[in-house]
């Protein structure tokens, strides 16, 4: 009797099973999906950018005026100021690409932001501190920030920053507590970083991010002005002096300061100044001694160079008063004549910037400002 023959499906059975058993045993067991890489590096090449920098050793405070016998009764921050009132150079840790200044820039819009005010910077992307040109006149935008001074909050905020590096590549940042006291290093660290990276834009609005900024008035208003002349405009604050109540925000006792008298200057929340004026400022502030109060110290860098601010009603940095009370203050026909509002919140920039966009705003007698 012969064997009988295997059917052939039996054969190809068989062979598909030696062939699923032989693949199983080259299968390893499934493993954890691994992490998904952070692929920024590859992304990006040439992010951050370029220049080596030598960083500056950390700053040591300076404790021989911790044994002055007004020192100890002092505010927290005051004394933190004292102490570290020589401390000027701090490293950068983010800034934009070169290509920011790489063209002309008409008008730079330089905004004082804290690490975490996120919300507010991004309301200003999208509304009048859009870059674009105005008229021709192209407009750029940076944000000028610190760091937080918990190390934990830092962490997570500097991560935040480097979002909107990468997005906007509108940040730059130091690394030195971003606090009311030392808005002053930014301002100084800020005119230093213009004068060496972009010394040719024309002019600068230098300004806090909870304003409203007409800025398509701003370049009407500064197309007639030269550059290369002095200009600093503002809302003008003249014969003040420090305040030597411990509890102001703005006090400033006699060990930092014993002048009585202030020298005139711009409130802080935006002022307008040429290329000439920030080159100007950048080198008074090399050798005047820090002054806590930002706007206040620029108004002693002014009169160090034998210049003086000047006032622009239509700067209203101590808030509106409608011109009519017919007018509500949030009225568009009342800001179309204006340049710079303190303070606005978020969704009212972006109200205000909606109203005045629209093709014809509806107003009678225009009272123009400026
Ligand atoms: C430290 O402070 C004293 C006065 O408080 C001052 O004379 C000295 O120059 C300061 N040192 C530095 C390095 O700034
Ligand atoms: C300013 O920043 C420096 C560096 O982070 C810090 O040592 C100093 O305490 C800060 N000063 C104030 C007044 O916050
Ligand atoms: C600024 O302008 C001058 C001439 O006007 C030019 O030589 C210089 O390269 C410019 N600098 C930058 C950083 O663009």
Redesign the pocket.
């Known amino acids: 009797m012969r064997l009988p023959r295997p059917r052939p499906e039996v054969s190809l059975l068989l062979a598909m099973v030696v062939f699923a058993l032989l693949l199983l045993s080259r299968v390893s067991p499934p493993a954890c999906p691994a992490p998904e890489r952070s692929s920024e590096p590859q992304e990006v090449p040439t992010w951050p950018p370029d220049p080596p920098r030598a960083d500056p050793a950390p700053?040591q405070a300076n404790l021989s005026v911790a044994s002055h016998p007004d020192f100890a009764a002092l505010p927290t921050?005051v004394r933190?100021?004292l102490?570290?009132r020589h401390?000027r150079d701090?490293p950068l840790l983010r800034e934009p690409r070169a290509t920011k200044c790489a063209q002309p820039v008409f008008l730079l819009l330089a905004i004082k932001s804290s690490p975490a005010n996120y919300g507010r910077r991004q309301v200003l992307r999208n509304t009048w501190a859009r870059e674009r040109q105005v008229r021709g006149a192209p407009l750029r935008r940076l944000f000028l920030v610190?760091?937080d001074r918990d190390p934990l909050q830092a962490r997570k905020l500097n991560r935040l920053l480097e979002l909107e590096a990468r997005a906007h590549g509108d940040i730059l940042q130091w690394?030195?507590?971003d606090?009311f006291?030392?808005l002053t290093?930014k301002q100084v660290l800020f005119l230093e970083w213009q004068r060496t990276r972009c010394p040719n834009a024309s002019f600068v609005l230098n300004g806090d991010d909870d304003v409203f900024a007409h800025t398509d008035n701003m370049v009407t208003y500064l197309q007639d002005r030269d550059p290369d002349r002095h200009l600093f405009v503002g809302h003008l604050i003249q014969n003040v002096g420090p305040i030597r109540v411990p509890w102001s925000k703005y006090f400033v006792p006699t060990l930092v300061s014993a002048d009585e008298h202030y020298p005139p200057y711009c409130g802080g929340g935006g002022f307008l100044l040429s290329r000439f004026t920030a080159a100007a400022l950048s080198h008074a502030a090399r050798v005047l001694p820090v002054f806590?109060i930002d706007d206040v110290f620029l108004g002693m860098c002014l009169r160090q160079q034998g210049l003086a601010p000047a006032s622009h009603n239509g700067v209203r940095t101590a808030g509106v008063q409608a011109p009519s009370p017919r007018l509500s203050s949030f009225d568009p026909c009342f800001y179309q004549s204006l340049l710079l509002v303190h303070r606005f919140l978020p969704y009212e920039t972006l109200l205000m910037w909606d109203a005045l966009s629209q093709p014809q705003v509806a107003c009678g007698k225009k009272g123009r400002v400026y």
Do not use: E, K, Q, T
């Open positions: 700053c921050h933190d100021f102490l570290y401390c701090f610190g760091s690394d030195f507590h606090s006291f030392n290093l806590p």
